[in-house]
């Protein structure tokens, strides 16, 4: 089956730290890959995705590449700033297979 | 506009009660799911409707029952509920032609007393 191994949390960074945070899937088939936010008392939003292999998916200064060789999609920033506090999920869905499975998702708290 | 709206953003009620949580989407996809978000974030597909025809039922009780009157609506009606059905349900949409992104609803908080 399909499935989606994300960082655990929580994850406390200082504001204009680096940040990465580690997702790996297993899929049968040719997922397309996403990372979701969820901010505080808020529903999801697709914050990037990529389709296919060594594609590199990217908004709001994050970004994700899709390694197929590692079966990998780590999110990564720069520089994070405290609006970018929320919870993060990787997640897949194969064609044909009309769900999208998550990881268990990262809090990330961003402090000045 | 909202792409996706669910209704009612909180739901307070008593074990045993039966409630409807709504759900609407004006972006012309054809696909409609509900997923379940528990109290440790995590979250779960729980019923996908293509169509208005169901394509995916993941082992849910069937005291929950999805209705998909027209592509754009798909309700959640639970009856009978308990005290574990407090949790944060998702509706959401996408395209099933192509493989792309799902947009979610705003959440309605579930909380049995």
């Known amino acids: 089956g399909n499935s989606v191994t994300q960082m655990e949390g929580p994850v406390t960074l200082s504001e204009e730290a680096f940040l990465t945070i580690n997702c790996t899937y297993t899929?049968?088939?040719?997922?397309?890959l996403f990372w979701y936010v969820q901010y505080p008392g808020e529903g999801l939003q697709l914050l990037l995705k990529a389709t296919k292999a060594d594609d590199k998916g990217s908004n709001k200064g994050f970004e994700a590449t899709y390694r197929k060789e590692t079966t990998s999609f780590h999110l990564e920033k720069g520089s994070v700033q405290v609006s970018d506090s929320a919870v993060y999920f990787c997640?897949?869905?194969?064609?044909?297979?009309?769900?999208?499975?998550f990881g268990t998702g990262t809090r990330l708290t961003i402090i000045p | 506009d909202t792409a996706v709206s669910q209704t009612p953003k909180y739901l307070v009620t008593q074990m045993g009660n039966d409630k409807s949580i709504k759900c609407e989407q004006n972006l012309g996809h054809d696909t409609m799911y509900w997923y379940k978000q528990d109290s440790k974030k995590f979250l779960k597909i729980m019923f996908s409707y293509n169509n208005k025809e169901l394509i995916i039922n993941e082992t849910v009780p069937n005291r929950f029952s999805p209705k998909s009157p027209d592509k754009a609506h798909l309700n959640l009606h639970i009856n009978s509920l308990e005290l574990g059905d407090s949790a944060v349900y998702f509706c959401?949409?996408?395209?099933?032609?192509?493989?792309?992104?799902?947009?979610f609803g705003q959440g309605t908080r579930l909380t049995v007393v």
């Open positions: 997640a897949l869905s194969v064609f044909g297979n009309e769900k999208l499975t």
């Open positions: 959401a949409s996408s395209r099933r032609t192509e493989n792309t992104e799902a947009f």
């Open positions: 899929a049968t088939g040719y997922p397309s």
